[in-house]
């Protein structure tokens, strides 16, 4: 249950703290003093979309905060999703939080951590139920009879293994309408990835072999140059001309005549072993400049291989790449395709038989939902009937219609193909008979704004008792009813209360008379500024608050807000005593 709600700059509201009680909360007020916003302010709390038009005029950030207490039927559910985000601190209770900023992001807590929105909706939904004022609207949408026959079977079972495979069969339907336009173009692609392939592979390229080829290309180019400084070299280190003497010959001088110092002075003996060493590395170099002249002069044709070999894998580098790496990583991936090409048809028969798989399935699935739903709407024609007898709707009759509609690529069911939704087979749609001897007509085709105000509160009080969230919220639930049907409502919402927690704002004395706390809600100009203040009510000044509701303090209306308060007292007594079934 919501236990205390702290709201700061949230539109009229300056700064206000709400301690809840467990039961049936009112909360009353003239129009406009704020109550649907505090309302409002709930739904953002439990990850509802946000509008910074909300915030306070003058301020930057509005503040939501709730501290709910969990019930056991609650801590479960709620304790696992905290658990599982590294969230859970007091396995019975838990702080939520939002801030709602005029500019830039939300902020969102759970346990003052901040979380995502998505995450904060999926506590939320786990806590409160708000049923606004817009569910009116809803009720003549007829989309949105289906969710409202689910919710009231409470067997999400079936449905949502249902939903997953609609959701795969989708998927599986996306790839087979690509693969089956890329089969289209195959037989052109093919050609021209074989190609690519082809005319890589041939290359035979390896990494960093282009810049190995340009300095080759560099040292051909100049191998004229090269041999004559090549030749030269050598000439003087090693001779060739008689009237001329080779560094070989000076160094062989000095070999001689260092191993003659060495002789007669012992400490000339290295003298004599570096001349040595020089000379072995002068024939070292000799040996090794005629293998280098040896390589130009017998390579006449090297130049244009090269140029050739460059040339080509220039071309190969501008068509698949800057690089050979490039290139080669072009053609890998041109063989992936290729393969997945190849493969394609044997991928189409994969996929064309999951389909099939897929539509007998939920056709299958599709089926016993329909049966659920069928055998639901019995039960709930027979609950709204009910509840449409105590709200002065005696002998009024509600039923669904429910059909499907074959589609040539839907799901065999039967000897019927059926058109698949996201939801099932089934198109649903609530009808009613307001009078006895009518038929049943579309809820939209009600002449009188009463009687469908009579059936979204005989709907609202059916779903609510097969709701399991602890908190249900009822925005203005009374409207288009009378004062006389305002306190069976106010009675019937009493007893969601062993099993909930109930917040209602209401117009009618009549209904807030059954509440186990009344919180008035007012506005008051402080400065130039108008605020809402909330004030929860003694019994004296229920009685007060009442008898404003029904015209005026005046002391016919005290007497009979007194009157409406001791009924309403005795009924809640007839009730816990057994004179009455609660949640029937």
Known sequence: MLNELHIRDFAIIEDLRLTLKPGFVVFTGETGAGKSIIIDAVEMLLGGRADSTFVRTGSDVALIEGLFFLEPSTQGPVNRILDREGLLDDPEQLLLGREIRREGRNICRVNGRVVTLSLLSEIGELLVDVHGQSEHLSLLRVREHILLLDRYANDDDILQLYKEQYQTLGEVRRQLEQLRKQEQDS????????????????????????????????????????????????????????????????LGKVVHSTSGLAKIDQSMADAQSQAQAIIEQVSELVRRLRLYREEILFTPHRLDEVEERLNMITTLKRKYGGSIEAVLS???????????ITHAEERLNEL????????????????????????????????????????????????????????????????????????????????VAPNPGEGLKPLAKIASGGETSRLMLGLKGVLAQADRTPTLVFDEIDQGIGGRVGAIVGEKLWNLTPKHQVLCITHLPQLASFGDQHIKVEKQVKGERTITLTHSLSDSERITEMASMLGGVTQANLESATELLYTASADKVEDQTGGKTKEQ
């Open 187 to 250: 037989a052109r692609k093919l050609d021209y990835l074989t190609f690519q392939i082809n005319e890589v592979e041939s290359a035979i390229l390896k990494p960093g072999e282009d810049e190995t080829l340009l300095e080759e290309r560099s040292r051909l180019a100049n191998a004229e140059q090269l041999a004559r400084q090549t030749e030269e070299a050598i000439t003087a280190l090693d001779g060739q001309l008689e009237s001329q003497e080779s560094a070989a010959d000076l």
């Open 352 to 431: 064309a038989e999951e389909e099939d798989d897929l539509l007998h399935r939920l056709g299958h699935l599709g089926g016993q939902l329909t049966q659920i739903r069928q055998d639901t709407g019995k039960r709930l024609a027979k609950a709204i009937e009910h509840e449409l007898a105590d709200l002065h709707m005696k002998g009024a009759n509600f039923g669904l219609a429910q059909h499907w509609d074959d589609d040539p690529s839907g799901a065999p069911v039967g000897d019927r193909v059926v058109a698949l939704g996201p939801t099932g087979l089934d198109h649903i749609e609530f009808l």
């Open 330 to 340: 072009q053609a890998e991936t041109a063989r992936e395709e290729l393969e997945n």
